[in-house]
């Protein structure tokens, strides 16, 4: 697939699946050379760079992890714990989360876009934490402006998403029914105090959202004494856990949607308990491919193979 496929896929509410891309020679060797002479990660999710499925595999690990988990992820990586991943590590790492038994030898899979940015076009290159922090860094910010860009009206020149766009991102990250989710548009449309979210206040909800077990440990003590959420409380909890500050008109929308009791103030099961049933597996789909292994999201995957290896050794 190429790195606009990716991004494609990243944004469906759908099953995405497109025909077999299939090169001649020449154009597969010009688009490995174009990817040899730059260093920029940006260049990973245009429509001429290419990403196998150990890459797609890969990417999508890294949209599914906490956002204080750089240093802990590159370790994963990095086998031998000697601050440097080399490219046989990587395929190590790869063949153990994913589902089969592909080999981790690295002559056994096709150079692609990633692979020379990240190792070089002779493949004996490194990645460093910073190169890796810059990987995570420059993939969330692609995905997060290309999910950002699916809601936003064509009509809409400034750097802005409805309240209804905005709303239908975040709750596409979650298990809500489809009753659910259309009485929460609904709240949304009569909505009248907040017509528009940025980009920015769109990126802090989902830094609250991809950083969501941290919030909810930051509020359990509230939930244990069964007392709601005030407003107060749950921008600082926000900010704890994410690092950004939810913006207080976002803060209101939340309120206003999520508050059947209309109490001013949000319950655990108001809130938390829609949130997490879906941020904990990543953004959902509404359609999965009928395998064996249908019912896991790569993240989950991931983290079940992790455990079974850890149980090995």
């Not at 290419?50 to 990417?59: C, T």
């Not at 190792?119 to 910010?141: W, Y």
């Not at 913006?247 to 059947?260: G, I, Q, R, S, T």
């Not at 989950?300 to 992790?306: D, L, N, Q, T």
Request: with cysteine; hydrophobic share 35%.
């Amino acid at each position: 697939m190429t790195g606009r496929d990716f991004l494609e896929a990243w944004t469906s509410d759908e099953f995405y699946e497109k025909p077999k891309l299939e090169l001649y020679d020449l154009e597969y060797d010009t688009m490995i050379e174009t990817s040899n002479r730059n260093s920029d990660f940006n260049t990973l999710f245009t429509a001429t760079s290419l990403i196998s499925y150990p890459d797609y595999v890969f990417l999508r690990s890294i949209l599914l992890r906490p956002d204080d988990l750089s240093v802990q992820s590159f370790q994963m990586l990095d086998l031998n714990l000697d601050g440097q991943v080399t490219l046989e590590e990587f395929y190590d790492m790869y063949r153990m989360f994913t589902k089969n038994d592909e080999t981790s030898d690295p002559s056994a899979h096709i150079s692609t876009t990633l692979r020379v940015l990240l190792f070089g076009k002779n493949d004996d290159g490194t990645i460093d934490l910073e190169k890796f922090t810059r990987l995570l860094s420059d993939v969330q910010t692609n995905c997060l402006r290309a999910e950002f860009n699916r809601f936003r009206s064509r009509d809409r020149k400034d750097d802005s998403i409805s309240v209804q766009g905005f709303m239908r991102a975040v709750l596409r990250r979650t298990k809500v029914t489809s009753i659910q989710r259309a009485r929460f548009i609904d709240k949304t449309e009569a909505y009248k105090s907040l017509e528009e979210v940025s980009f920015e206040q769109f990126k802090s909800m989902i830094a609250l959202l991809n950083n969501f077990s941290d919030f909810e440990v930051a509020v359990r003590m509230y939930q244990i004494a069964k007392k709601p959420l005030s407003k107060v409380v749950f921008k600082r909890a926000a900010f704890i856990s994410s690092g950004e500050e939810i913006h207080d008109d976002v803060l209101d929308l939340l309120f206003y949607v999520f508050d059947e009791a209309g109490d001013g103030h949000l319950s655990h099961s108001e809130f938390v308990n829609v949130m997490k049933t879906g941020v904990e597996t990543g953004v959902s789909s509404s359609q999965k491919p009928k395998d064996d292994t249908s019912n896991l999201s790569v993240g989950s995957y991931f983290r079940k193979c992790i455990r079974s290896e850890m149980i090995k050794s």
